[in-house]
């Protein structure tokens, strides 16, 4: 018989209630959620790693918190929402199809399945496919502990490497998407990896904006991964060419800003260098593109 | 813990620790081995079943989360007159598309878990590849499988 | 009607491989066995002092095994003898087995082995093998040299001077993993005064032999059962030794059946890889193209044991030069030890390193000639009668030259090349025009000589028998074994031809010492080609002896002879029929790694690849491969077309995404499927695979070993389009977008 992993604790709240009061009352337990499981229990199913953290298992909340639906507000993506959740509502994807795009190079159908989400925000990785998208989007977390809710913006969601400001009786409960009050026409969503999906991004980067027919740009929002500790936005050159034509002047401006403010790391997937030398030209290739709705 | 679920149309009550993982519950606490093993982190898809109707890796499922749950494996399928299994399975055989084996009872429960989404539309062989992008093969190169799956939507859509 | 479309018999296996029934060694029921496990070194190089045993642990529940446990001699038996089963005190690579442990279930096998510290002396490591030749680490013998295959012909160094252009390159090519989706595993049993083993592998004799030596017992007591394998591609054909007397000496000291199934991680770590190559290449040419001499130095880095090494080695220096026509070659191949994992057998054992060395070399040559690289080629290519730098003569039928003209037509090569070209000018620099994209377009040429070489197919007395049961049925047994090859498939369909009899007649299963004669490994695409040529030769003995005794007219249909086949067998008859590998050519005897007639024949190939790469980010895509392999007859169209397409994209994965991080120790850091990126379905394009077998010449009338030829061209076919692409030249392996976008990628410092 294979491992049993009999040491292993687990706790299963039959609801969201009931979860954030077992939390509220082991908040020092080092209780860790696990959603999907499909990045979480990779270190004990696969490396070996005792598992020594207990889990509290929140299958039972989904008639809860797995739905994607659009509000007056914008978009509302319950935190056990699963990526395949997310592919599948068409409001969402035809309105943003940057998020598609994305859900396609995210791991594989299989996982899709599983993955939640607000679980691949959680587990903090600079190299989530999802999160720059969002950071993009300008997504804000909806969390929750027994006394009850916050919301924080995504971009200050994450404090460091593999590190969230949520404390320990705490929840995601949803994700949100704003209403944009200016219909895009430019996006993009690129990741680099060595295979087309099922792989760990080498960067990734999505971007949205306004171009018009003058080529000024408004309303842009650039986000990157595996580009620093943590997934993040690149706010300077986004204020850098808001209502600017991308001409020469402001290409060499972006270039600077990127350089100035990204923080990549040199791995044996790739160098440091690389990372910006593609990370720039991303950036640049979207800033360049002639006016008209394009979404790649 | 005890765990509930359905398991090829029969009802079963387990007591398994809570991270047992599904693939070893199925294989050895069931003696349901067409899901293989291949690599342990859901990266190959060799050992997917389908877990409420969907495909998924049971390497990474812990009992814990398929309590409630109705899962279907490739034995299962096997034995309940389905058609469209027996059509890909014609077309498996047809292309040639198993050659060592390991991957393929994956393969096929993530075609028979899209079944329902592909029936209505051809999918491009692009997006048939997509679709197979959870799957690690060694030996076919993907040729043969591709073109059995687009053979066997070929044969479904047919009236 | 396509070449696959043909009338064939189906995969014999497929039904139940589709519905996973056709069990793999960990699908065997549970059967009370025990788990075993393996103690291994963190450290590269040093002395093991001695293994330290939790005082918290149990060790009551479990059974350990180490080296002063091996009843008869601590050895993996294979060429030298220099690779212990268990760590003999010196430690020469990380993951080295130092001990091993069996317990009744996973978990509390999972506990122990961490209850186990490995007290050990580090030594100074090297992991270059060019440093290792320094020899002041010292790793094998007294030079850190496993073997040294020097091949001469004419006055290499002299003729360089009358040369007009001479070109000298250097390439690298990486180490690569199998990923075979079944991991290693393996089944032992005590069974009668032996040891029964089922499991993953491709050589079942080999084992026979590995198992009773480490255990000292007569070959006759063990018996090893093939199970279904879940992928071989060289990486089941000498690791399996050193698991099955893993798993035997552990079920030796329990008194149980042991199951040793590796995870993933530990497969990765643990087992062989293809030999990293350096290769030097200068070639003197005249004016006109013409290759006049070439000087070759070849460099393998063998790792820490020899293990298969010398004879990757051998077929490396054979096949050095390619198909290709040069009197004055001067030839310098050596393997060498490193504190690495060992590596071993992989598909093309040799000649992928070679042929990317060779086939980016000759584009190196047309550039500073300025001539077109095909016309390059196919002014040098060999024709039958043309002489190898050892002496062979290439056979006749033999047509380097149509297999590249066939490659050309089908692939529209030149046509492509032009479009691309002109493409390529004009996407220039238009960056708001959203085409970040550059394509290429290049070909390689390979070859492959089947079997091992002459001297060594020769050694193993390859022998077959064929079985009459009294329904008339007849049982092919070799020692074959099918890890997806389609070796039961093929096997049978030569038998039942050569025979006259249905293929449904044909009983084939997975070999089984106790039944099977060893008619040698499975390895070196020598299955349908040497096995089933002796298949056929005992076929042949049946059929007459059918045709003698039942006095059955020569035109006959295969429900009588199947009538008169039960007939004989119920009259009394044995109807045993075997025939053994025996040629009378004595003029390879002395020559072990370089025979003069090294193989009797040589398959060929040309791979022509279409690339697109973005130029933001370097990614590169292929988009269009043409395979053109010349195999002899093909004995299985659609079988072999499968082959073709499975090499194809195991030589993708090579040229590109298959990229071996080394850790601080030497092992593989990237020890995992998600790590380690083989490609997907997603990644790979729509492979087109021809064969050259319908034409009215002797050699299409016997199969030439295909199943390694495919991996060996897309390696070099796509260097060369990324060279198209990009204007630089890849010299090494895997071309990584780093390497495209960065003026110097990690590769090249």
Same mark, same amino acid.
């Given at each position: 018989?294979?491992?049993?992993?009999?040491?292993?604790?687990?706790?299963?709240?039959?609801?969201?209630?009931?979860?954030?009061?077992?939390?509220?009352?082991?908040?020092?337990?080092?209780?860790?959620?696990?959603?999907?499981?499909?990045?979480?229990?990779?270190?004990?199913?696969?490396?070996?790693?005792?598992?020594?953290?207990?889990?509290?298992?929140?299958?039972?909340?989904?008639?809860?918190?797995?739905?994607?639906?659009?509000?007056?507000?914008?978009?509302?993506?319950?935190?056990?929402?699963?990526?395949?959740?997310?592919?599948?509502?068409?409001?969402?994807?035809?309105?943003?199809?940057?998020?598609?795009?994305?859900?396609?190079?995210?791991?594989?159908?299989?996982?899709?399945?599983?993955?939640?989400?607000?679980?691949?925000?959680?587990?903090?990785?600079?190299?989530?496919?999802?999160?720059?998208?969002?950071?993009?989007?300008?997504?804000?977390?909806?969390?929750?502990?027994?006394?009850?809710?916050?919301?924080?913006?995504?971009?200050?969601?994450?404090?460091?490497?593999?590190?969230?400001?949520?404390?320990?009786?705490?929840?995601?409960?949803?994700?949100?998407?704003?209403?944009?009050?200016?219909?895009?026409?430019?996006?993009?969503?690129?990741?680099?990896?060595?295979?087309?999906?099922?792989?760990?991004?080498?960067?990734?980067?999505?971007?949205?904006?306004?171009?018009?027919?003058?080529?000024?740009?408004?309303?842009?929002?650039?986000?990157?991964?595996?580009?620093?500790?943590?997934?993040?936005?690149?706010?300077?050159?986004?204020?850098?060419?808001?209502?600017?034509?991308?001409?020469?002047?402001?290409?060499?401006?972006?270039?600077?800003?990127?350089?100035?403010?990204?923080?990549?790391?040199?791995?044996?997937?790739?160098?440091?260098?690389?990372?910006?030398?593609?990370?720039?030209?991303?950036?640049?290739?979207?800033?360049?593109?002639?006016?008209?709705?394009?979404?790649? | 813990?005890?765990?509930?679920?359905?398991?090829?149309?029969?009802?079963?009550?387990?007591?398994?620790?809570?991270?047992?993982?599904?693939?070893?519950?199925?294989?050895?606490?069931?003696?349901?081995?067409?899901?293989?093993?291949?690599?342990?982190?859901?990266?190959?898809?060799?050992?997917?079943?389908?877990?409420?109707?969907?495909?998924?890796?049971?390497?990474?499922?812990?009992?814990?989360?398929?309590?409630?749950?109705?899962?279907?494996?490739?034995?299962?399928?096997?034995?309940?007159?389905?058609?469209?299994?027996?059509?890909?399975?014609?077309?498996?055989?047809?292309?040639?598309?198993?050659?060592?084996?390991?991957?393929?009872?994956?393969?096929?429960?993530?075609?028979?878990?899209?079944?329902?989404?592909?029936?209505?539309?051809?999918?491009?062989?692009?997006?048939?590849?997509?679709?197979?992008?959870?799957?690690?093969?060694?030996?076919?190169?993907?040729?043969?499988?591709?073109?059995?799956?687009?053979?066997?939507?070929?044969?479904?859509?047919?009236? | 009607?396509?070449?696959?479309?043909?009338?064939?018999?189906?995969?014999?296996?497929?039904?139940?491989?589709?519905?996973?029934?056709?069990?793999?060694?960990?699908?065997?029921? %549970?059967?009370?066995?025990?788990?075993?496990?393996?103690?291994?070194?963190?450290?590269?190089?040093?002395?093991?002092?001695?293994?330290?045993?939790?005082?918290?642990?149990?060790?009551?529940?479990?059974?350990?095994?180490?080296?002063?446990?091996?009843?008869?001699?601590?050895?993996?038996?294979?060429?030298?003898?220099?690779?212990?089963?268990?760590?003999?005190?010196?430690?020469?690579?990380?993951?080295?087995?130092?001990?091993?442990?069996?317990?009744?279930?996973?978990?509390?096998?999972?506990?122990?082995?961490?209850?186990?510290?490995?007290?050990?002396?580090?030594?100074?490591?090297?992991?270059?093998?060019?440093?290792?030749?320094?020899?002041?680490?010292?790793?094998?013998?007294?030079?850190?040299?496993?073997?040294?295959?020097?091949?001469?012909?004419?006055?290499?160094?002299?003729?360089?001077?009358?040369? @007009?252009?001479?070109?000298?390159?250097?390439?690298?090519?990486?180490?690569?993993?199998?990923?075979?989706?079944?991991?290693?595993?393996?089944?032992?049993?005590?069974?009668?005064?032996?040891?029964?083993?089922?499991?993953?592998?491709?050589?079942?004799?080999?084992?026979?032999?590995?198992?009773?030596?480490?255990?000292?017992?007569?070959?006759?007591?063990?018996?090893?059962?093939?199970?279904?394998?879940?992928?071989?591609?060289?990486?089941?054909?000498?690791?399996?030794?050193?698991?099955?007397?893993?798993?035997?000496?552990?079920?030796?000291?329990?008194?149980?059946?042991?199951?040793?199934?590796?995870?993933?991680?530990?497969?990765?770590?643990?087992?062989?890889?293809?030999?990293?190559?350096?290769?030097?290449?200068?070639?003197?040419?005249?004016?006109?193209?013409?290759?006049?001499?070439?000087?070759?130095?070849?460099?393998?880095?063998?790792? %820490?044991?020899?293990?298969?090494?010398?004879?990757?080695?051998?077929?490396?220096?054979?096949?050095?030069?390619?198909?290709?026509?040069?009197?004055?070659?001067?030839?310098?191949?050596?393997?060498?030890?490193?504190?690495?994992?060992?590596?071993?057998?992989?598909?093309?054992?040799?000649?992928?390193?070679?042929?990317?060395?060779?086939?980016?070399?000759?584009?190196?040559?047309?550039?500073?000639?300025?001539?077109?690289?095909?016309?390059?080629?196919?002014?040098?290519?060999?024709?039958?009668?043309?002489?190898?730098?050892?002496?062979?003569?290439?056979?006749?039928?033999?047509?380097?030259?149509?297999?590249?003209?066939?490659?050309?037509?089908?692939?529209?090569?030149?046509?492509?090349?032009?479009?691309?070209?002109?493409?390529?000018?004009?996407?220039?620099?238009?960056?708001?025009?959203? @085409?970040?994209?550059?394509?290429?377009?290049?070909?390689?040429?390979?070859?492959?000589?089947?079997?091992?070489?002459?001297?060594?197919?020769?050694?193993?007395?390859?022998?077959?028998?064929?079985?009459?049961?009294?329904?008339?049925?007849?049982?092919?047994?070799?020692?074959?074994?099918?890890?997806?090859?389609?070796?039961?498939?093929?096997?049978?369909?030569?038998?039942?031809?050569?025979?006259?009899?249905?293929?449904?007649?044909?009983?084939?299963?997975?070999?089984?010492?106790?039944?099977?004669?060893?008619?040698?490994?499975?390895?070196?695409?020598?299955?349908?080609?040497?096995?089933?040529?002796?298949?056929?030769?005992?076929?042949?003995?049946?059929?007459?002896?059918?045709?003698?005794?039942?006095?059955?007219?020569?035109?006959?249909?295969?429900?009588?002879?199947?009538?008169?086949?039960?007939?004989?067998?119920?009259?009394?008859?044995?109807?045993?029929?075997?025939?053994?590998?025996?040629?009378?050519?004595?003029?390879?005897?002395?020559?072990?790694?370089?025979?003069?007639?090294?193989?009797?024949?040589?398959?060929?190939?040309?791979?022509?690849?279409?690339?697109?790469?973005?130029?933001?980010?370097?990614?590169?895509?292929?988009?269009?491969?043409?395979?053109?392999?010349?195999?002899?007859?093909?004995?299985?169209?659609?079988?072999?077309?499968?082959?073709?397409?499975?090499?194809?994209?195991?030589?993708?994965?090579?040229?590109?995404?298959?990229?071996?991080?080394?850790?601080?120790?030497?092992?593989?850091?990237?020890?995992?499927?998600?790590?380690?990126?083989?490609?997907?379905?997603?990644?790979?394009?729509?492979?087109?695979?021809?064969?050259?077998?319908?034409?009215?010449?002797?050699?299409?009338?016997?199969?030439?070993?295909?199943?390694?030829?495919?991996?060996?061209?897309?390696?070099?076919?796509?260097?060369?389009?990324?060279?198209?692409?990009?204007?630089?030249?890849?010299?090494?392996?895997?071309?990584?977008?780093?390497?495209?976008?960065?003026?110097?990628?990690?590769?090249?410092?």
């Amino acid at each position: 018989m294979s491992r049993t992993f009999a040491d292993a604790k687990v706790h299963t709240p039959a609801n969201l209630e009931e979860a954030l009061d077992f939390l509220a009352n082991h908040a020092n337990e080092g209780w860790k959620p696990l959603a999907g499981g499909t990045d979480a229990l990779v270190p004990i199913y696969r490396d070996g790693a005792e598992p020594t953290t207990p889990w509290l298992n929140l299958q039972k909340l989904r008639p809860e918190l797995r739905f994607v639906r659009r509000t007056s507000n914008g978009f509302e993506i319950g935190a056990l929402a699963t990526i395949s959740d997310l592919m599948a509502n068409r409001d969402l994807c035809e309105t943003y199809p940057i998020v598609r795009q994305c859900c396609q190079h995210f791991a594989s159908p299989a996982i899709r399945h599983r993955a939640t989400v607000a679980g691949n925000l959680a587990n903090a990785s600079p190299a989530s496919d999802i999160a720059p998208v969002l950071l993009a989007l300008e997504a804000e977390i909806e969390s929750a502990n027994h006394a009850g809710r916050r919301f924080v913006t995504l971009d200050a969601f994450w404090t460091g490497y593999k590190a969230t400001v949520l404390a320990p009786d705490e929840l995601i409960v949803s994700v949100r998407i704003p209403h944009r009050d200016l219909a895009a026409n430019a996006s993009m969503f690129r990741k680099v990896a060595p295979r087309a999906s099922n792989s760990i991004a080498l960067l990734n980067c999505a971007a949205i904006g306004t171009r018009d027919s003058a080529g000024t740009w408004t309303n842009v929002r650039i986000a990157l991964g595996c580009m620093g500790p943590v997934p993040m936005r690149a706010r300077k050159v986004e204020s850098a060419v808001e209502d600017h034509r991308f001409d020469d002047t402001c290409r060499e401006e972006a270039k600077a800003l990127l350089q100035s403010t990204l923080r990549p790391i040199t791995d044996y997937r790739a160098t440091a260098e690389y990372r910006m030398l593609a990370a720039t030209n991303l950036v640049s290739a979207f800033l360049d593109r002639t006016a008209g709705n394009w979404h790649s | 813990m005890k765990i509930q679920m359905n398991v090829n149309g029969q009802e079963r009550i387990l007591d398994v620790p809570p991270l047992r993982r599904l693939i070893d519950i199925l294989r050895e606490d069931m003696g349901l081995v067409a899901a293989k093993i291949g690599c342990g982190e859901g990266e190959c898809g060799a050992c997917n079943v389908l877990v409420d109707g969907e495909a998924v890796s049971a390497c990474l499922i812990p009992a814990v989360q398929i309590d409630g749950c109705r899962i279907v494996t490739l034995e299962g399928l096997a034995t309940s007159n389905d058609d469209a299994l027996a059509a890909l399975h014609g077309a498996f055989l047809e292309h040639d598309a198993s050659q060592c084996g390991a991957c393929i009872p994956g393969i096929v429960m993530t075609c028979r878990g899209m079944f329902d989404d592909l029936r209505n539309r051809r999918p491009s062989e692009a997006e048939v590849r997509g679709l197979l992008a959870g799957h690690l093969c060694r030996c076919t190169g993907y040729e043969a499988i591709v073109r059995g799956i687009l053979k066997w939507l070929e044969m479904k859509s047919e009236p | 009607m396509t070449q696959a479309d043909r009338n064939e018999p189906r995969r014999r296996n497929a039904s139940k491989l589709f519905y996973g029934t056709e069990p793999f060694v960990d699908d065997l029921p %549970a059967q009370g066995d025990w788990h075993g496990g393996t103690v291994r070194s963190r450290i590269a190089h040093g002395r093991l002092i001695r293994l330290k045993f939790s005082p918290e642990f149990d060790w009551s529940q479990v059974v350990v095994v180490t080296a002063a446990d091996i009843p008869g001699k601590n050895l993996v038996v294979c060429h030298e003898e220099d690779q212990p089963s268990l760590c003999d005190g010196t430690i020469r690579h990380y993951g080295e087995p130092l001990a091993l442990i069996a317990a009744p279930d996973g978990e509390l096998l999972h506990k122990a082995l961490r209850a186990v510290e490995p007290v050990v002396e580090p030594l100074p490591a090297v992991f270059d093998p060019f440093e290792s030749l320094k020899g002041e680490t010292r790793i094998f013998g007294k030079d850190n040299l496993f073997l040294e295959i020097p091949i001469s012909k004419g006055h290499a160094a002299k003729q360089f001077a009358s040369c @007009d252009v001479v070109v000298e390159t250097n390439h690298f090519t990486p180490a690569q993993e199998h990923a075979y989706l079944e991991t290693q595993g393996m089944r032992a049993t005590l069974e009668g005064n032996g040891v029964r083993i089922e499991g993953s592998m491709q050589c079942p004799y080999y084992l026979v032999a590995g198992v009773a030596r480490l255990l000292g017992i007569p070959e006759t007591d063990v018996r090893v059962s093939a199970m279904q394998t879940g992928g071989g591609f060289g990486g089941k054909e000498d690791f399996p030794t050193m698991l099955a007397g893993h798993a035997a000496l552990l079920a030796r000291k329990c008194g149980r059946p042991v199951r040793m199934i590796y995870s993933r991680s530990e497969d990765m770590a643990a087992t062989t890889k293809r030999h990293p190559a350096w290769i030097r290449r200068k070639t003197g040419l005249s004016r006109a193209g013409q290759f006049l001499a070439m000087e070759l130095d070849v460099v393998l880095d063998g790792g %820490a044991y020899a293990t298969l090494s010398p004879f990757v080695l051998s077929r490396a220096a054979l096949h050095a030069v390619g198909p290709y026509r040069c009197d004055h070659v001067s030839i310098c191949a050596r393997a060498v030890a490193t504190n690495h994992p060992p590596n071993g057998g992989f598909r093309g054992f040799g000649c992928p390193q070679v042929h990317f060395a060779t086939e980016t070399h000759i584009e190196a040559c047309a550039e500073k000639l300025g001539v077109d690289p095909v016309e390059l080629r196919r002014m040098n290519l060999m024709k039958p009668g043309d002489a190898m730098p050892f002496g062979q003569l290439l056979g006749p039928g033999t047509y380097p030259g149509v297999v590249l003209d066939e490659a050309l037509h089908r692939s529209r090569f030149e046509e492509r090349r032009a479009e691309i070209e002109a493409k390529n000018r004009t996407s220039e620099r238009r960056t708001d025009s959203g @085409d970040f994209e550059k394509r290429g377009i290049g070909l390689a040429m390979f070859m492959h000589g089947t079997g091992l070489n002459a001297y060594w197919e020769k050694s193993v007395r390859s022998r077959v028998r064929l079985a009459a049961t009294a329904e008339g049925q007849v049982c092919v047994l070799t020692a074959q074994a099918e890890f997806g090859q389609g070796t039961l498939t093929a096997l049978a369909k030569i038998a039942a031809e050569s025979i006259g009899l249905a293929d449904s007649d044909i009983l084939i299963d997975h070999p089984d010492t106790a039944l099977v004669p060893d008619s040698g490994p499975t390895v070196a695409s020598r299955t349908v080609s040497i096995v089933g040529s002796l298949i056929h030769e005992a076929a042949s003995r049946l059929r007459q002896h059918i045709e003698e005794r039942a006095g059955l007219a020569a035109i006959y249909d295969p429900r009588r002879l199947k009538a008169a086949i039960a007939s004989c067998v119920s009259g009394g008859d044995s109807m045993v029929f075997e025939a053994e590998y025996s040629p009378t050519d004595d003029t390879d005897d002395a020559n072990t790694w370089a025979p003069p007639n090294a193989y009797p024949a040589y398959a060929l190939g040309c791979c022509v690849a279409e690339v697109k790469i973005d130029t933001l980010t370097g990614e590169i895509g292929v988009v269009d491969v043409h395979m053109i392999c010349d195999a002899g007859a093909v004995v299985c169209h659609r079988l072999a077309t499968n082959q073709v397409f499975g090499g194809a994209v195991q030589g993708i994965g090579w040229a590109l995404t298959e990229k071996l991080a080394w850790n601080e120790s030497g092992g593989m850091r990237n020890a995992s499927l998600s790590d380690y990126a083989i490609p997907s379905a997603a990644d790979v394009p729509e492979i087109h695979a021809h064969f050259l077998d319908d034409q009215h010449s002797e050699r299409y009338r016997y199969p030439i070993g295909l199943g390694e030829l495919p991996m060996e061209g897309p390696g070099p076919a796509i260097a060369n389009a990324v060279a198209m692409a990009t204007g630089r030249r890849p010299r090494r392996l895997p071309i990584s977008p780093e390497w495209i976008v960065c003026s110097q990628g990690p590769e090249e410092s």
